[in-house]
């Protein structure tokens, strides 16, 4: 599939609130949001997302060793079975995270009741938290959300569903893509703790391509690996992030080994829209950064020094401040943990080179000021070392972000 | 040595200005802190610290691939002369990091001044320089100062040399112990990218214990590994963090193999001293935090923990908005690296036990809130995996954080 057969869908919702957006894109899947208690603003907090047939799944699950229930029943869940699934719930609110046991038998509750209202097997339902840590689900607000969801699961639920799972979010987050054959869509939520390998991040992508778990798994990673794990926001790591995808198959269009590429690269694309979305709307955030770094030995090298400097918190509050701080860049890389050598580097705050063989180009102030004074800021830092390179994304440190932080749980 | 045969010497300057403290208090050695307008301020500048004869000299610099000027002069000049030292010079206002090959000429003429006013070889003599990164020094400043520094050398001028080498730090850092036969005192700036591994840090400690370079040594990296080491303000690590340590001998106590134990006592609790003094003084800091990490099965692993918290923008957040967010802490330990087992772990927010057993316990959201609402918070965390423990020295993260740190070149 060449990209050019890609056509993008529409993405705001504003402009057609019930057009086929993000989880709904693709054939054969409904979707709610629904308001069931959970948040004490009466905000949407549930949503179901189900397919009319079985769907092919894959996950991908935080790397915390303290894990939340939901984690931990999905990835059992996915154990047993990735040919059968039906539907993901996802409540937002209360993460279900350091629950313990309880939490445990919470988890299952909320998968049992959604089989119930869906008419379908327990381990065909997979189940998404996110909100506070260390508190227990209200069940009985839930099986309401639930119950409630299933009634008015539709084509058009795409863009309830991603704001049933939002949380400091301030908008919600969808993307899809549609080529000749099939389409694939999302939904995520990220704003905190958002950070390279994927913290406090929830996404379902579904499609209806035709496509066996064990190439929808190798898909999911590669996509996953350049997009979701690209973002950083305060390099903090949730006990809940996942990112799941179901293809129920609807278009008939089967992928195997010779289509895996063009499937790859369209699911890659999602996963990056969807990744940057997140970035853009860190908790606070005034700013985008997209941080590219360049002439790295190898892609793992270029991806570690981009992630220090897009966590590095001098950097970030000098972006917000508007101050082209760029030693700050410089400093970062250097304690990144990669053999980098200073006298090689080179760094550019837009276009303007402002550091080149280990000293500061004569550049003017003036524009290196300019460079960074957008709401979208552009960092590439050539290390001089070889030929791979990797882009990371994030934004800015703001006052806003600590008031959000601080006050969170009240 | 019995501990309590070290007395604690006079530390606040505010008491008595030119009382012996910090870098002062050991026999044999002068310092003063003079303003040569490299601080647009006119505040305190430049720091000399001399002693009457040659002293045994040990080193620890910044893990940072991109070192500043000054520290690679300081290792190459270690390297050929660790017995015949004689004098610090430092300054404030200008980091002379990202500097090239101007910067390493600046960082010498620096030193040959310093020997030139002090009439002594330029080996003896290091170079300590803090500020912003990626600008020349004005030498013609820093001459001068050296000169005026040089004329006014006192045994009571420890307070301002401490002060000469403030950035943004609100107060300087002094700290002096003397025990029957010796004394050792020490100044220190942080205040922002202090950093387990030493980020942004400078201290100068003096001593009139009579001690050969190799013991000297080993003293000094035992004492940073358990304080200097042990403390973050937000994981920054900057390009010039260095721990100087002089000893001229003048008290005639030798320190052998018998006696470093106890000598290495004194310094650990000097450094600790200045450690938590850094920590209290981080920008913008409202609360010192003090992050115990118990039943480690190793003090590596206990240390790995407590700073993974300690570097947590989500715990310090919470903190400074006086939640008592413990879920961020038992995720912070999940994701540090070490092997953590949740249901094996119990934590402590001052004396009340908040989470065991995987799960919170039932305490009183009232008392976890006042366990946090001082001016210190200690927090324990007991991974109930051995017997192993390290502490962990941080503050919070306030809006004047962003603030400070948003505008600093400005």
Request: glycine share 10%.
């Amino acid at each position: 599939m060449q990209k050019s057969e890609i056509e993008k869908l529409v993405l705001s919702e504003t402009k057609d609130q019930k057009s086929k957006v993000g989880v709904t894109a693709a054939r054969g899947f409904g979707a709610a949001g629904v308001a069931c208690g959970l948040k004490q603003t009466g905000a949407l907090d549930l949503a179901l997302v189900v397919s009319d047939s079985a769907c092919a799944g894959a996950g991908m699950f935080t790397t915390n060793r303290v894990k939340a229930a939901p984690v931990l029943y999905d990835q059992a869940t996915l154990a047993r079975n990735q040919n059968a699934l039906r539907a993901v719930v996802a409540n937002s609110g209360c993460a279900n995270a350091c629950t313990g046991a309880d939490g445990m038998a919470d988890a299952r509750a909320m998968a049992n009741a959604t089989a119930h209202a869906l008419d379908c097997r327990a381990d065909q339902v997979l189940v998404l938290s996110t909100g506070v840590i260390g508190q227990r689900l209200d069940l009985a607000r839930v099986r309401t959300g639930i119950t409630q969801a299933a009634q008015s699961l539709s084509a058009g639920g795409g863009a309830d569903a991603a704001r049933a799972i939002m949380t400091t979010d301030t908008r919600p987050k969808v993307y899809a893509l549609r080529s000749t054959h099939y389409a694939i869509g999302g939904m995520a939520k990220g704003a905190g703790m958002i950070h390279p390998n994927m913290a406090t991040l929830l996404s379902v992508i579904t499609t209806d391509a035709k496509i066996a778990p064990a190439l929808l798994d190798r898909a999911l990673r590669a996509a996953v690996g350049v997009s979701f794990n690209r973002i950083s926001v305060d390099g903090d790591m949730s006990t809940n992030d996942t990112v799941l995808v179901l293809a129920n198959g609807a278009s008939g269009y089967g992928i195997g080994e010779l289509e895996l590429g063009a499937f790859t690269d369209m699911l890659t694309q999602v996963a990056i829209n969807l990744a940057k979305q997140l970035a853009r709307d860190g908790e606070g955030a005034t700013k985008f950064v997209e941080i590219a770094v360049t002439g790295a030995r190898d892609e793992a090298d270029a991806a570690r020094v981009a992630k220090s400097v897009a966590n590095s918190p001098l950097v970030k509050t000098a972006l917000y401040g508007g101050d082209a701080n760029w030693g700050r860049v410089v400093c970062a890389a250097g304690y990144s943990g990669v053999a980098v050598e200073p006298a090689k580097m080179a760094l550019w705050f837009g276009d303007v080179n402002v550091f080149a063989n280990g000293a500061p180009t004569s550049f003017d102030e003036a524009d290196s000021t300019r460079a960074i004074s957008g709401k979208d800021v552009f960092i590439r830092l050539d290390l001089g070392l070889g030929h791979a390179r990797a882009t990371v994304w994030t934004c800015d440190l703001s006052h806003d972000y600590v008031t959000i932080n601080g006050k969170y749980r009240t």
